[in-house]
């Protein structure tokens, strides 16, 4: 795993700082900036991953949520069990900016993945939020419907 510079040219004097991943990449701006947008965003932190389980199906589920970095590293891991007509929110959990993979089992048979990305709070759009609807549909019985806030 390398280190990300980005070398930036603020009208006197070149600046690099590495990024938290690790890619190398190097990118010039002429003017301030983009130093300015960085620590304005960097300032107001990363939004969360969030997702919400609705149960739309006449019958009573299990659902295994586990959540894994841009590592393959799991980050979260809860089972629920959600009656009809319910509804639930995960905890706000904690990212870092990147591409993050949900893998989901229903009834502990049927295994589904989504992927999210985590952004900047201060960012349009900031991280992805997930929202699961199970259906009573034998074909396709959760519907994946991604937020963007």
């Known amino acids: 795993m390398g280190v990300v510079f980005f070398s930036v040219n603020s009208g006197a004097s070149n600046e690099s700082i590495p990024d938290k991943r690790g890619i190398i990449q190097k990118i010039e701006v002429n003017d301030s900036s983009f130093l300015e947008e960085r620590e304005r965003l960097e300032k107001a932190g990363i939004d969360p991953l969030q997702f919400f389980l609705i149960n739309n199906d006449s019958r009573k589920h299990v659902m295994s949520i586990e959540i894994f970095d841009f590592n393959n590293k799991s980050v979260f891991k809860e089972n629920y069990t959600i009656n009809s007509d319910d509804e639930i929110s995960s905890p706000k959990i904690d990212a870092e900016l990147g591409q993050y993979r949900y893998e989901i089992i229903l009834d ?17 759009g900031g991280s992805e939020k997930l929202h ?18």
């Not at 502990?108 to 349009?124: D, I, W």
Request: aromatic share 8%.
């Open 108 to 124: 502990n048979e049927l295994t589904y993945e989504a992927k999210v990305q985590a952004g900047f709070v201060a960012n349009l």
């Open 132 to 149: 699961l609807t199970i259906r009573d549909n034998p074909d396709n019985p959760i519907q994946f419907v991604g937020e963007i806030s």
